[in-house]
Every structure is written in structure tokens, then in C-alpha cells.
């Protein structure tokens, strides 16, 4: 498989909402190499049958952080509600496309220079219009309810870095469809389920219903986390291109993170720590609290500018969080 | 003109560094006027029509858009940079750029999750930016960049309907705008001038009139228009789709009274500047040796100096139109 292929077609795809461009493009991926069925949302589960009764669900999400329209003036301008958390200050003169009766490209508006004032605070997202360019005609082709995602283009960057909106969590889905590959035709040592889960950036909601619907045995979340840069505190973050961050937390179940970091040793895999204090805000923390419990691991990969349009990852790490995960399911007892 | 228009914006150009967008409209002109490059690198292209006017008349638009020169390469391989023209720090948060035209970078700071209190509301300051190209060390980014080397903001080039999208409008419109009066105007005899260096203080423009050594000019540019959600009509300047902007006075000019009143009353799709803001090339052409009558024509652009401008192909039409009456007034001015 050509992991940055998948990547680009990934990230290209909108995946908010009930737009399922994404969900249909890792769903035919998926189709290669498992049994493949959708959920009502955005979800989509692919499935390889292994040798014993038992299921190991890898899950990831498939939805992007956006926006929804809430109002539509008369000159063209949206007023909308955040899908998602989303830096404010970022925003002005950021480009979007505004899923409507079709797709256009609008503008966040930005303070003219002769009212600008010094010292501006970002804190409502309603004071934050989007320019349709449309002016009267907006109205036509776009209502309340509409979808509006980033707009920005996917990048390579020097080594094996690449630049993209959506990594966070395509970037997971891919690793999903990685692994499938790797078994396809072979009999992993207990049931796969590749579990794309909706609504994440809303509050875990999609894996919420997922997990429940699968009910696996163990499961194992993979998301992005936050990697270096300068100013940022060492503490707080993992390193580009160290491997796999693979996660301690009270809601990590501890087996699974010790053997995670065992295999990773043995195989010569490179990995790195998160350890968090509380919960880990990810799937991981709704999918380990359903039905009776389920234990539940989660591998991050490192990326850097995390919600903007323009999220960098390194595709070492992936294959790093792929390798890990391969090992851990050929080992599961 | 949209085709054109889109080449020109989507070439990068900083001040200083305007070469590729030179190359391009030289190649675009030459077969149809006598051009020639000054020493700091603006075009000064002699356009002969049927009649020669009793005053000279220059014409000016500027090829450089704002931008970032790289000032130095930390430890870890991220580029610190200066701006090039006033550029608004949210503009620059976590945007694609493009290096020497090549290299892929993003200007990124500290994500929003890891800061604290008031500091996730306010913007951070410029010099806490930084563009990451990728590169693990310092060594690998010199390898790849060296010290005032450019970065633009990147963009696509979008029509929507009657309105265009694009990084550079400022001054773009202008440079296509003039190229295009020098293919199609045949009158009068003019001397067009693309100049280098308006966005970090008019500096092209100075050395170009003093060359031309014109008795009238006429500026061609893009300039701020307030026209959105949430600013009362009193304070938005000039609008989309409205016409030609034409200035009476800004920030570097008190601009030729007749002048201004001949396009103001031209009939014309135009509209005055409604505000004292801003400035262009007229504060230095106006200025040139013992003084030269200016009059300027501007296109009004919504989120200037970001790489998200619009501006609207109809008023672009309407400054090509009244530039062309503009010349013939003033070569037959008495």
C-alpha cells in the first residue's frame, strides 16, 4: 500500500456531519481486504475473521473538526458554531469550502487595517463571519444546517514529513487500512475490527455506539497527539519522527500499554511515552466505559499544528504505530 | 484579463525579490512597447499610440506582494522571519507558505490546547512564529534555505461568480490591468512603469518617476475595502462592485484636485476613496522632482495583504476603463 496515497485521498475527502466522502473512500479501502458494513452515521467497520472467539477492535475516527451555518445575510456573509475545537485566532482570512446545494469557497472575514485595535480578544465564534463572495445569491445555495470545512491543500514538507488539514484523524484511518492490508488473506490469531467511528471532535460520540455495537473483547484507540516545536514545553508533547506514542492513563488499561511497549522493544520498533494524568480525550475514554467495560490501549501519532488547516505529520511515525500494532495482534493471547 | 490575472497573482513576489513576476511581464509586453529595466529592477515600458500628449503621462502599478524573509534558523531546524509590507499576525498563524518559490513550509506556533488563560484569546506575538519546512536540524534547513531567502502565503486562485480569491491582488490587478492598456490602448503615447518595492515604503516608484520624469501620473492599485458583516457604511471605505475607487486624499497624498474631479465625474462606473488610510506609489511619484499631478485608480479588495483577497472582475474592468479616459484628459487637458 502507498501510505501517503491514502493519506492525500483521505484528507482531500469531507468527513462531517452527513458528508461521507471520507467514510466512502476508507470504506472501498477497507473493502480490499475485509467485510465491510456502514452505520447510520459516518461509521464504517470492516471485519477479518480469525482463528478463536475473540475480538480485537482497532478503532480511529473519520470525522474532521468544521464548522455549521447558522445564519445567511443578505450581503453573503454566514454566521456559524463550531464542530469541533477550534483556535479563533486563526481564523481571519482563512480560506473554506462551504458544503451548500454545492461547494464554494468562502473567506473568514478579517479586521480592515483602519479598525483594527491593538489588543483584540478571540472569543466568540459568533463574531466571526464567513464571506461567501456570493453576496445576495448566497442564500440560494446556502441554508442553516450547511457544512463548512477547511479548505487548504495536502503538502510534502522535507524528509517524510507531509502537511494536510484532517491528519487528526485520517491519519489514524490510514493506519487502520495499513493493517488490514497486512492481513488480508492471512488468519489473524483472533476476530479484527477495524472500527471508523463518527463525531469524535463533538464529544465521542460515534465510538460511543460503535463500541457498543461490536462489543469487543479488548480494543485499541489510535488518534494523533501533540508533537515538539519551539515554545512548546518538552513535557507536554511527544517527538516527530521518535515513533509511536503509545499511552499510560488511568483510562488506558495498563496490560495493554506494558505490552504494546514490550513488543515495541523486541521488534526494535520505535516508540515513545504519553503518559497522562486523567482522562486521555480520545475514543479511548468512552470506548473503555461501555457495556460492563472494555479494556482499551491507545497508540498516538506525533503531529504538529493540531486543529489547524495545515496539521504535519511523518509518515515514520505511522509506519511505527502500524509495525507496533501488527506485533501486538499476531501476540494476542 | 481572468486568466492573465490568475498567472500574475499566482507567482510569488516579494519586495526585492520580484524577478519571476519581471520575467513574466516582460515576456507578456515586449512585442508591443520599447521596455527596459532600471537598476533596482522595475520595468519602465514606453508605449507609443497615434498621438504623442503635450504632458507626459506615467502610468504605475507594483509587482511585489507582502511577505517573509527568513532572518534565521534555530537549533532545531525552524525559520524565524521579519514581514515584508504589513501583514496581521492572524494572517499568519498556521498558514502554508512557500519558499524560494520551492520549498513547502507552515508558519506554526504554540497549538491552542497547550496555551492558558487569556494567552488561547489573544494573538501571539509575530516573533513567537516560526515556519517549519520539515527539517530535523539545523543542518538540514540550511541545507535547504539561506538567510533572506522569501516566503509568501500561499493560496489558490478562486472565481466565485463575479469575485476572484487569490493571494497578491494588491498590486496583481494593477500589473494586469496595465499590461493589458499597453496591448490595447493605442491613443496616446504613455510610459507604464511596474515597480518594485511599494509594499516596505514606495521605494521603486521614486527612482521610476525620476527616470520617466513624467508631468502627470496615474496609479493603478488594490486598496482596503471594509465592506462586510458587522461595519456600518460610514466605515467601509469603498465597496465591491462599485466601481473604480478613486482617492482624493490618503496617508502620502493630497492628490490632484482636477484630476480626481475628472474621473469622480466621468460618468463611469466609480466611486470616491471615503476615507483617509493607507497609502500607494502617488506619496512618492507625487513627490517626484519638482512635483507630478497624480491622480489614483484602485480596486477595491476585501482582506488585503492576506492571501485570501477578493476583489470583484467587474470593478477590475471599471479602473481599465477609467484609466483609459484618464489618459485621454489629461493628454488633452489644456
Keep these: ?333 | 484579463m481572468i486568466e492573465l490575472l490568475k498567472k500574475l497573482c499566482l507567482i510569488d513576489g516579494t519586495s526585492g525579490g520580484e524577478d519571476l513576476v519581471r520575467d513574466f511581464i516582460l515576456k507578456e509586453i515586449s512585442d508591443f512597447c520599447e521596455t527596459s529595466v532600471d537598476p533596482l529592477g522595475n520595468i519602465i515600458a514606453v508605449k507609443k499610440g497615434k498621438r504623442t500628449p503635450k504632458r507626459k503621462i506615467m502610468l504605475d502599478a507594483h509587482m511585489d506582494e507582502v511577505g517573509l524573509i527568513i532572518s534565521s534558523i534555530t537549533e532545531g531546524g525552524f525559520l524565524r522571519f521579519k514581514t515584508l509590507g504589513g501583514i496581521n499576525t492572524s494572517a499568519l498563524m498556521f498558514r502554508s507558505v512557500r519558499i524560494n518559490g520551492k520549498i513547502n513550509g507552515v508558519i506554526s506556533g504554540k497549538p491552542i490546547h497547550l496555551t492558558h488563560g487569556e494567552e488561547s484569546k489573544k494573538l501571539p506575538k509575530a516573533d513567537s512564529l516560526y515556519i517549519d519546512i520539515g527539517a530535523a536540524s539545523k543542518e538540514e534547513a540550511e541545507g535547504m534555505v539561506r538567510l533572506g531567502d522569501r516566503a509568501v502565503c500561499i493560496s489558490d486562485f478562486t472565481e466565485c461568480g463575479e469575485n476572484i480569491i487569490s493571494k497578491a491582488l494588491d498590486d496583481r490587478v494593477g500589473c494586469a490591468i496595465l499590461i493589458k492598456l499597453i496591448k490595447e490602448y493605442n491613443e496616446y503615447d504613455f510610459t507604464a512603469v511596474f515597480s518594485v518595492q511599494e509594499e516596505i515604503g514606495l521605494r521603486g516608484a521614486r527612482v521610476a518617476a525620476y527616470s520617466v520624469n513624467p508631468d502627470a501620473a496615474i496609479i493603478i492599485e488594490g486598496t482596503t475595502a471594509a465592506d462586510i458583516s458587522g461595519v456600518g457604511d460610514d466605515k467601509t471605505v469603498c465597496n465591491l462592485g462599485r466601481g473604480a475607487v478613486v482617492s482624493f486624499m490618503d496617508r502620502a497624498t493630497v492628490y490632484d484636485r482636477e484630476y480626481y474631479l475628472a474621473a469622480i465625474n466621468s460618468g463611469m462606473s466609480v466611486q470616491p476613496k471615503r476615507a483617509v488610510t493607507g497609502g500607494n506609489n502617488s506619496g512618492a511619484v507625487h513627490l517626484s522632482r519638482e512635483g507630478v499631478r497624480t491622480v489614483s485608480l484602485s480596486v477595491p479588495c476585501r482582506y488585503i495583504h492576506s492571501a485570501s483577497s477578493v476583489a470583484s472582475l467587474r470593478d477590475i474592468t471599471s479602473v481599465f476603463e477609467v484609466c483609459k479616459y484618464m489618459i485621454d484628459y489629461i493628454a488633452n487637458d489644456k
Design chain 1, 1 to 333: 500500500m502507498d501510505i501517503k496515497e491514502i493519506l492525500k485521498n483521505l484528507t482531500a475527502a469531507v468527513g462531517i456531519g452527513n458528508i461521507r466522502e471520507a467514510t466512502d473512500i476508507a470504506g472501498e479501502y477497507l473493502s480490499r481486504f475485509c467485510d465491510v458494513s456502514y452505520g447510520s452515521d459516518l461509521g464504517v467497520i470492516g471485519r477479518i475473521t480469525g482463528e478463536r472467539d475473540y475480538t480485537l477492535m482497532l478503532e480511529a475516527h473519520i470525522d474532521q473538526i468544521g464548522f455549521i451555518v447558522t445564519d445567511v445575510d443578505d450581503k453573503g456573509f454566514l454566521t456559524v458554531s463550531t464542530c469541533g475545537g477550534i483556535d479563533l485566532r486563526a481564523l481571519p482570512s482563512r480560506q473554506v469550502d462551504i458544503h451548500g446545494k454545492k461547494t464554494v469557497r468562502g473567506v473568514f472575514c478579517s479586521t480592515p487595517p483602519h479598525l483594527s485595535e491593538e489588543d483584540v480578544t478571540f472569543d466568540k465564534i459568533s463574531d466571526m463571519k464567513i464571506d461567501s463572495c456570493l453576496g445576495e445569491k448566497a442564500k440560494d445555495i446556502i441554508s442553516l444546517g450547511d457544512y463548512v470545512t477547511f479548505s487548504s491543500a495536502f503538502n510534502e514538507l522535507s524528509g517524510d514529513k507531509l502537511c494536510s488539514k484532517s491528519f487528526d484523524d485520517r491519519a489514524a484511518c490510514a493506519v487502520l487500512i495499513e493493517l488490514a492490508s497486512r492481513f488480508e488473506g492471512k488468519k489473524p490469531p483472533v476476530n479484527l475490527v477495524f472500527c471508523l467511528s463518527d463525531m469524535e471532535e463533538i464529544g465521542l460520540r460515534g465510538a460511543k455506539t460503535s463500541s457498543f455495537r461490536i462489543s469487543p473483547d479488548e480494543a485499541i484507540a489510535i488518534d494523533v497527539s501533540f508533537a515538539d516545536g519551539p515554545d512548546i514545553n518538552p513535557e507536554d508533547c511527544g517527538k516527530m519522527c521518535k515513533g509511536a506514542m503509545i499511552g499510560i492513563s488511568p483510562v488506558a488499561d495498563r496490560a495493554i500499554s506494558d505490552k504494546l511497549i514490550r513488543l515495541a522493544k523486541e521488534k526494535n520498533i520505535p516508540y515513545q511515552t504519553e503518559v497522562m494524568g486523567k482522562s486521555t480525550g480520545t475514543d479511548a475514554d468512552i470506548i473503555s466505559v461501555t457495556k460492563s467495560g472494555i479494556r482499551t490501549g491507545l497508540v498516538s501519532i506525533p503531529l504538529r499544528n493540531m486543529h489547524s488547516d495545515c496539521e504535519i505529520i511523518s509518515v515514520s511515525d505511522i509506519i511505527s504505530v502500524c509495525d507496533i500494532l501488527e506485533e501486538y495482534i499476531k501476540a494476542v493471547e
